[in-house]
């Protein structure tokens, strides 16, 4: 439970009010749809490739809402969602390290919550897929298919809650010791020295050495992109939680801190990348980071836990004062979120449907709702 003062309590409650507002509104008119954006104010429908590795957001932003609110319209849009989502679980070849993303948070919350045997096997056969990803010799999680055998991204320290969820379903430490593994390999290879970090980089699958460090969705292969800082952000203090590695805290600060350095001056509103010329902002990255922020906020000491708890506060108000639609001829909520470093000026700030769920993720705990979700 976060100590709230009374003016942060009453806006958190109105944002709350907003997002059920919203949210039970799109619950329904959006309910065979598993949207990414919005089209002149509609969600749009990624169920049509359904491999999408963003198509777990919807099913996740809706069992928040059901959780917070007991709502059964968002149990149902939830749960049909995850129905629709089978038609991926057969496309393994389609289907990347992303699977966390997609499963943890639809089939996996429902089994945790009604321990259907359904939502238990797909959750089963997700993290089965993300854990023989895994390259023995070189002690990764590869990301990709085809011939990008050696490829890893930061983004995959979220997938990790999957497998450690897993192992702790079945009683058999296989996929927890698999996260742990490409957790402490991806320190090595991903984080640098001043809290930044990599997005992609290039192993040799027999050694697990670098062979190159790649430009991804940011500015460069030198560059810090902000929504891979706040994978890691989230990502690291997340392992930390699931394993009790001092290690994977202090990364977590590590990255958090060159975060909040990073956006105390723009109005706690980050930048798309914060190694760039670019002075666009990306919303997603901001919610990301918030969910991470509060909760390193819990896992430090008491002296350490205001700037975490701070920052994700102003960060969130910020987020919502400048890029949050509430009203009801937009399906979205937040705006202005940024796929990748521009390479198409139409694609420049748009609402993305990890955003809204990261927004409203924040708001939740801040409501005092204690399920961890990932
Ligand atoms: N690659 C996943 C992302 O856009 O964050």
Redesign the pocket.
């Known amino acids: 439970m976060y100590n709230l003062n009374d003016e942060t309590k009453k806006w958190v409650d109105e944002i709350w009010e907003k997002l059920d507002t919203k949210l039970s509104r799109t619950a329904v008119s959006s309910y065979d749809k598993i949207p990414y954006t919005t089209i002149d104010g509609v969600h749009d429908n990624a169920a049509e490739i359904i491999y999408r590795?963003t198509n777990g957001f919807w099913p996740g932003l809706m069992w928040l809402m059901y959780v917070g609110t007991k709502n059964e319209v968002y149990k149902k849009t939830a749960e049909h969602a995850e129905e629709m989502l089978d038609a991926a679980l057969a496309m393994p070849d389609k289907l990347s390290h992303?699977v966390g993303f997609m499963w943890h948070i639809s089939s996996g919350i429902n089994h945790r919550l009604f321990g259907g045997e359904k939502s238990k096997a797909r959750t089963t056969l997700a993290a089965t897929h993300l854990a023989s990803r895994f390259n023995i010799r070189g002690n990764y999680i590869r990301v990709w298919n085809g011939d990008r055998v050696g490829q890893v991204?930061i983004?995959c320290m979220m997938n990790l809650p999957l497998l450690y969820r897993e192992s702790e379903l079945i009683g058999d430490k296989r996929f927890y010791y698999i996260a742990e593994a490409h957790a402490d390999k991806t320190i090595q290879t991903h984080i640098r020295p001043d809290g930044s970090v990599r997005h992609i980089v290039d192993l040799d699958p027999a050694t697990g050495e670098i062979k190159e460090v790649l430009g991804?969705?940011g500015y460069s292969a030198d560059s810090a992109w902000s929504?891979?800082q706040a994978?890691a952000v989230y990502g690291y203090v997340l392992s930390y939680i699931h394993t009790g590695k001092q290690e994977y805290l202090d990364v977590a600060k590590r990255v958090a801190n060159y975060f909040i350095a990073n956006v105390c001056d723009t109005g706690y509103i980050p930048r798309v990348d914060f190694k760039s010329p670019c002075t666009e902002p990306d919303t997603?990255a901001g919610a990301a980071a918030a969910c991470g922020l509060l909760e390193i906020s819990k896992c430090v000491p008491d002296d350490e836990k205001p700037m975490y708890f701070n920052a994700a506060i102003r960060m969130l108000k910020a987020l919502e004062e400048k890029y949050c639609d509430w009203s009801d001829t937009e399906d979205s909520i937040l705006q202005y979120g940024v796929?990748?470093y521009f390479p198409d000026e139409r694609r420049k700030g748009l609402p993305i449907i990890?955003g809204d769920y990261y927004f409203a993720e924040a708001i939740y705990k801040l409501k005092g709702f204690d399920m961890l979700f990932w």
């Open positions: 590795w992303d991204i983004d991804g969705q929504r891979g994978w997603t796929e990748r990890y």
